[in-house]
């Protein structure tokens, strides 16, 4: 489409560091490199819970309905 991917929980095999919903965070590949940058509909510790997980778990893991992506791809911009 052009428009790009939203990252959803599903796709995510590690959260490392601390972070709050809005931040910048850095996304990168299993080498370590950077292939994205965005803002993160989570903080870090929800979005631990969800690394892996289906979007349709995420009010189960959380406890409320939240966002469907970790990052929605207009917050979204690959390297």
């Known amino acids: 489409t052009g428009r790009g991917s939203s990252l959803l929980p599903v796709g995510v095999k590690h959260v490392s560091g601390s972070f709050h919903r809005g931040d910048l965070v850095s996304c990168v590949d299993l080498s370590g490199r950077e ?45």
């Open 35 to 79: 292939i994205a940058r965005g803002l993160v509909n989570y903080n870090a510790d929800e979005a631990r819970r969800l690394a892996g997980q289906p979007s349709s778990e995420i009010t189960t893991l959380l406890g409320y309905h939240g966002d469907e992506e970790l990052i929605h791809r207009d917050n979204l911009v690959l390297s």
